[in-house]
């Protein structure tokens, strides 16, 4: 059985390769498991020698990695510049965040010390995501390897050749192919791997995806969950024209970056009424003007193809349901015409690998008025945005609240009061203040709660979930 990838804006074949059935997961999981003890001996400092050889490599080739990221996720050249230039930093801050959680032995009684050492999971089934197909898998991969486990990596099947690219990095830099292994495959792989003898799996996806993967799994199994939201972003009072334009910025950042493809972006807009009455109309008129296109045209596109055609069927879909429902259209968002009238352009007499047909993957932005409306509490994984009006601060948390979903939240206001009335009441694992959703710091823990994930945030306490920890008295 065969698995290929397609460039999303143009339709060529990116990679082409067989899927790993479910014997050769088995397979690669006794691999792992068999270099996982000579991993383990080689010690933290071999290790943190043989990670920190990975961060110049993938600086070595942050241009190829970031082409390649552009070719097969379809994000725009400086959105996939930004992703690779994570790869190297998130090295370093694993290195001092692992270094942090080393203890000295210390005296808990007469003739008694205490220590606390720490010891690798495993092996770990990394899943990786199409939107970010380097810097999440990175984000687990690193830590597992540095704490000495073995990890067995399962990159998305929309983008295997930038998974395949970035276990090729590993290994170059000297990660035993043993110790990381990778398989390729879809939902089928997938779940032999779930269902493999694997000490945890570390999955960033779909909240449905992560529930699957949570039914199959035992008790003694570490499972590490970072899902999608429905995020909201409050828009309280901002009232000089240089914050309703900041404003409206943040809002449109937080929405439709990398086309609405990250699990942080807003996919909730509450206006209260202390917002300036002329705010929404500037702020759909913001949408209209977002430019919309394909990698390499000029200037760039700020909302360019969603990863596939389904993709972005889902969007409309998703649109016409909250319109049938009685939602309001602000800004409607729309196949992008050139995709609509590019029939069998370009050519494939003139090459082979392109389709018949430009895929019609290219989503414009939209914003829906959803205000009394019974909206499902869904994440539309794509450029569109649904507005709620509220009369007061009180109203728009109750209205943030709203949701099983807890990752991301924001609020737009003057008053840091009212922001830390906010941040105390919504429950969500990253909440920021006058900044996009979708900003995050690498030194401080990513991931959710609810339905958003699983209480075992990413970002800097990542390590956490890579080693048990072992409390010791011993007499001396």
């Keep these: 059985m065969r698995l290929t990838s397609h460039n999303p804006a143009t339709g060529e074949v990116v990679w082409s390769g067989s899927v790993t059935d479910r014997d050769d997961v088995r397979n690669a999981v006794a691999i792992a498991r068999d270099g996982l ?59 001092t965040q692992w270094q942090k959680r080393q203890q000295e032995v210390f005296d808990v009684s007469p003739g008694v010390k205490a220590r606390l050492r720490f010891k690798p999971i495993g092996v770990l089934a990394v899943f990786g995501p199409f939107n970010f197909p380097m810097h999440l898998p990175n984000g687990h991969i690193v830590p597992a390897l540095l704490a000495g486990n073995a990890v067995v990596f399962k990159p998305s099947d929309h983008t295997p050749a930038c998974g395949e690219r ?98 942080t972006c807003a996919r909730r807009l509450i206006v209260t009424n202390a917002a300036p009455p002329d705010l929404l109309d500037r702020l759909a008129a913001g949408i209209k003007q977002i430019r919309v296109g394909r990698p390499g045209d000029s200037p760039e596109p700020l909302v360019g193809p969603l990863i596939s055609e389904e993709a972005a069927r889902s969007v409309l879909a998703a649109q016409r349901a909250l319109l049938d429902a009685g939602a309001t259209s602000l800004v409607t968002c729309s196949l992008d015409a050139e995709a609509e009238a590019s029939g069998s352009e370009p050519d494939p007499t003139q090459n082979p690998k392109l389709p018949l047909r430009r895929p019609r993957t290219v989503v414009s932005p939209g914003l829906l008025d959803v205000t009394g409306i019974d909206a499902p509490d869904e994440e539309v994984f794509g450029p569109l ?69 699983n209480f075992r945030p990413a970002g800097a306490t990542a390590i956490d979930y890579c080693m048990t920890p072992v409390a010791s008295l011993e007499a001396e």
Excluded at 38 to 53: E, K, N, Y
Excluded at 230 to 250: G, K, Q, T, W, Y
Excluded at 402 to 411: C, D, E, K, P, V
Aim: with cysteine; charged share 25%; net charge negative.
């Design 166 to 263: 970035l276990a090729s990095l590993f290994h170059e830099a000297g990660v035993p192919s043993n110790v990381l292994q990778i398989v390729q495959g879809g939902r089928e792989t997938g779940e032999a791997l779930v269902d493999s003898d694997v000490d945890g799996v570390l999955f960033t996806g779909s909240e449905a995806a992560g529930e699957a993967i949570s039914k199959r799994l035992r008790y003694d199994q570490i499972l590490a969950l970072e899902l999608g939201g429905n995020s909201p972003i409050v828009v309280h009072d901002p009232h000089h024209p240089r914050d309703v334009d900041e404003a409206i910025d943040l809002v449109l950042q937080s929405a439709f970056i990398s086309s609405g493809q990250r699990c």
């Design 385 to 453: 945005l649904q507005l709620i009006r509220v009369d007061s601060l009180e109203d728009a948390i109750r209205e943030a609240k709203r949701t099983r979903f807890g990752l991301a939240a924001g609020i737009v206001c003057r008053e840091r009061d009212d922001y830390e009335r906010f941040a105390s009441s919504v429950d969500a694992g990253c909440i920021n203040w006058n900044r996009p959703l979708t900003g995050a710091s690498g030194a401080l823990p990513f991931g959710g709660v609810g339905r958003s994930g």
């Design 37 to 95: 003890a000579t991993w383990i001996a080689a010690g933290p400092d071999h290790r943190i020698a043989v990670l920190q050889r990975f961060a110049e490599l993938a600086k070595q080739h942050a241009d190829e990695l970031a082409a390649l990221v552009t070719t097969e996720a379809g994000k725009m050249p400086s959105d996939a510049a930004g992703e690779v230039k994570l790869l190297p930093g998130k090295v370093a801050s694993t290195i």
